[in-house]
């Protein structure tokens, strides 16, 4: 057979003529693919498996933290030193560690928000520029940015001490990108038209920001949030830096410092609250974005995973 | 003359267009500017301030008596004794960690390479009614700390752990296996395991795009699924595949935990370990900052290039 004859062939054929011509093929093409399926399902029990079982030693009945012996919730609660609620150290780590996702949360949606939206609509070199330091701020290996900003707070901005302050401050410049980058999505997908329409019917700009184009933003903003808050919650590379005193030590420092001298079940209790915690973050935000964004056309999970 | 007269009409009518689309109505000159102004301030002493402070420190000087860093802000002050000295560790007693770090780094998003694109490509081709699901279960460990994945893994390779009573219960070995002794397969490992969600998801995001009738003109062309794969598939999903490598290789590079957990041996020290232990270190400012340095050299352009990329997806969109 020519190249002509093909390229004729196909033109003329419907494109349901498919399933006549699968002959041609060595392979039935839409057959299922098994070694595909086994690897993602491989990889799917390789990545979540071994979090069950850290889940399960974390209600162990025994100090060992990699054999499961039976069932207690001694490193959750009853153990009056050891377990997380009443260990002094891993108690006080926990609310440290909502504190500083609460006000990261706070300081750095409305801030991402704002910067997104005046970044939106600001076509000028010096937008592009710093919308570009946002992003390079969002790929930076956490390292770096923890380490600049733990020397800035020695030698330079010696005023913040290590600390809550320092470790916020430090969160909110790592975490603005996510709301930044949320947003923009959200105000590409939602275009111009509505706010066109507002002041078109007579809103001032103000009007036109606060009743049209905010709640229409709201899905974003929900999603920005959860993340963030999750986000912050698991952060300890720029925390740790940035920590002073060891009372500011959130939960996740701990876990880092614990799991390296001597680990008992108590950690991946502590490892397993974060997970929930995040989790139910995640959900709730995810559920706000369903619920704003009702009635519109959204890509489902694919799309909250895309942001 | 045509020329002169139309050059200006069409520069007002932009100009027009320019006024109508991007300014509103009627916002005036200020007004959104002044909304990127708090997050602009913030960068600017949070995020450039800082990293001028490294610079500062790397090519400073040192208190002679507490060997505590003094940053010099001048440019035309700086010198280069302290840096220079960092730098002829690295290629001298330090470069063993530099040649194994870029090994372990290759390896391990080779692996989440080919693991990621194979996954990828079956939930976005095959995924059907459960693509929701799976893509949800693929991206849950975004939001399960790190930590806690490492503690998994932990708990499971520790000497008396469910890795080894499984490899002894098969016979494979019959003693348990110390992979927790600064073994560089269990370091290649936790980077495997730790970043290839963020591999998965770029992939997935081009292959999805896919058209599926630009695969079946491939096969109906007579190409086999080999050729079909490969003159088709792959070239389409190749920014997936760049935007995937460089957002897995940026953290990896900058990667301290992984093996300080997995091994906390000297024979699998990272880049990120020097940087750690400069930290742990009094009267190591300067050389921290100098291998911050170093490493922001070497990450630069995949960073930029990954910059680059991502904004033109994002301008084609």
């Known amino acids: 057979m020519t190249q002509e004859t093909i390229v004729r062939a196909d033109r003329s054929a419907p494109p349901t003529s498919v399933g006549v011509r699968r002959g041609l093929f060595r392979r039935d093409p839409w057959r299922k693919p098994r070694i595909l399926a086994a690897i993602t399902w491989g990889y799917l029990a390789w990545s979540l498996l071994p979090l069950v079982i850290a889940i399960a030693i974390s209600f162990n009945s025994s100090r060992s933290n990699s054999l499961l012996h039976g069932f207690s919730l001694q490193w959750w609660w009853s153990d009056p030193t050891e377990s997380l609620w009443h260990d002094p150290e891993l108690h006080a780590a926990l609310f440290q560690s909502l504190r500083l996702s609460l006000f990261t949360v706070a300081i750095a949606v409305p801030l991402g928000v704002a910067f997104a939206l005046g970044i939106d609509r600001w076509h000028s070199r010096p937008a592009k520029g710093f919308n570009f330091l946002m992003l390079l701020s969002f790929v930076l290996p956490e390292i770096v940015l923890g380490i600049s900003l733990f020397l800035v707070f020695q030698h330079l901005l010696t005023f913040v001490r290590l600390g809550t302050t320092a470790q916020i401050l430090g969160l909110v410049t790592y975490q603005l990108a996510y709301p930044v980058i949320i947003v923009r999505a959200r105000l590409l997908t939602i275009g111009r038209e509505y706010e066109e329409a507002a002041s078109d019917l007579g809103a001032p700009p103000r009007q036109s920001i606060r009743r049209v184009l905010l709640p229409l933003l709201y899905p974003a903003i929900f999603a920005s949030a959860a993340i963030v808050f999750a986000d912050s919650l698991d952060d300890f590379v720029t925390v740790r830096y940035l920590s002073g005193p060891a009372t500011s030590e959130p939960l996740s420092v701990k876990i880092y410092n614990f799991t390296r001298a001597e680990p008992t079940p108590a950690v991946n209790a502590a490892a397993t609250f974060l997970l929930v915690t995040t989790t139910i973050a995640v959900v709730l935000g995810y559920l706000a974005y369903r619920h704003a964004t009702r009635g519109q056309r959204t890509g489902g999970v694919s799309e909250f995973a895309n942001v | ?317």
Not at chain 2, 135 to 157: D, G, K, T, V
Not at chain 2, 208 to 216: A, F, G, K
Request: aromatic share 16%; with cysteine.
């Open chain 2, 1 to 317: 003359m045509p020329e002169p007269s139309a050059a200006p009409s069409r520069r007002s009518a932009r100009r027009a267009h320019r006024a109508g689309s991007s300014e509103g109505v009627h916002y005036p000159r200020w007004f959104w500017p002044s909304f990127s102004l708090p997050a602009i301030l913030w960068l600017l002493v949070l995020f450039v301030l800082p990293f001028y402070t490294v610079i500062s420190i790397a090519f400073g000087t040192v208190d002679p008596i507490f060997r505590s860093p003094l940053p010099v802000y001048q440019p035309w002050y700086w010198s280069t004794e302290q840096f220079g000295e960092t730098l002829g560790k690295v290629f001298g007693i330090f470069s063993p960690v530099y040649i194994h770090t870029f090994q372990y780094v290759f390896i391990a998003s080779a692996i989440c390479l080919v693991l990621g694109y194979a996954i990828a490509y079956y939930v976005a081709r095959y995924g059907g009614k459960r693509k929701a699901l799976l893509l949800a279960l693929l991206i849950s460990p975004f939001w399960i700390s790190y930590l806690m994945r490492m503690l998994a893994w932990i708990n499971l390779l520790e000497n008396d752990g469910y890795v080894n009573k499984f490899l002894m219960f098969l016979n494979v070995v019959d003693r348990p296996v110390g992979w927790l002794e600064g073994r560089p397969s269990t370091v290649i490992l936790g980077l495997v395991y730790g970043y290839i969600p963020y591999m998965i998801l770029p992939l997935f995001g081009f292959l999805d795009r896919i058209d599926v009738s630009l695969l079946e003109s491939g096969r109906d062309l007579g190409g086999s699924p080999f050729s079909t794969f490969f003159r088709v598939t792959l070239p389409l999903s190749k920014p997936g595949i760049l935007a995937g490598t460089i957002i897995v290789t940026l953290p990896m590079f900058g990667d301290y935990f992984t093996n300080n957990l997995l091994s906390g041996s000297p024979r699998t020290t990272m880049i990120g370990n020097l940087i750690d232990e400069a930290y742990s270190t009094t009267g190591q400012g300067p050389e921290m900052a100098s291998y911050v340095l170093i490493l922001m050299a070497l990450l630069i352009v995949p960073m930029l290039y990954y910059l680059r990329s991502t904004a033109r997806t994002a301008a084609g969109r």
